[in-house]
């Protein structure tokens, strides 16, 4: 029984081993075609600093400037300031994240206005639903601009980013690598100042 057991944890770590590095490996491939068609997509755009696309959480300004410029092509130049919302509710994940609540200022922060760690855990998980919808916004933009003959793209990245997430998380940054090799579809210029 004993060695039924031994064998049976073995099992079980090689298992976790292998599924953590294929996890570790896919997020990777994920990050790096996101990265890649964002800061490929805003290079054709002449969007300015697309090196953002590679920083995290700056990544998200990236992709919102993205969707503020095709915005504004199509509403005669008026900028929703898109990139601002998108790097405001990424920024509430890590300005409430474990690592900084062991900190003296938050334990301050509060005390002072009584904030309970549930309250702060619903805040996070708020702000993470609304990243997932607003990045799923983002791209339903991009594709209909950069891929629009691949109606599949966006059902695909709907699926991926929510059910399928720890099955293949590098899918939409897969298809948002192949739609930003496409030029934007019917856009006339606009001069950027941003």
Sequence with gaps: MQEMINSFGAMLVIF??????????AFF??????????????????????FLAWIPVAN????????????KKEDDGKD??????MLAVNLVPVLFSSSLRSTPFFYQF??????????VSGITSIAFITQIVLYLI????????HAPN???YFPLSVLFTTIFVLIAPFVPGLLIYKASKNEPENEQKIHHNM
């Design 16 to 25: 976790l081993i292998i599924s953590g590095m294929y996890l570790l490996i």
């Design 29 to 50: 491939l994920s990050y790096i075609f996101t990265a890649l068609g964002i800061y490929r997509i805003m290079e054709k755009r002449n969007i300015p600093n697309a």
């Design 60 to 71: 998200m300004w990236a992709l919102g400037s993205v969707y503020d410029d095709i915005k």
């Design 80 to 85: 929703p300031k898109f990139r601002i919302i």
């Design 110 to 119: 509060q005390s002072n206005i009584h904030f309970s760690l549930d309250l």
């Design 138 to 145: 983002c791209l339903k933009t991009i594709f209909e601009k």
């Design 150 to 152: 691949k109606s599949s």
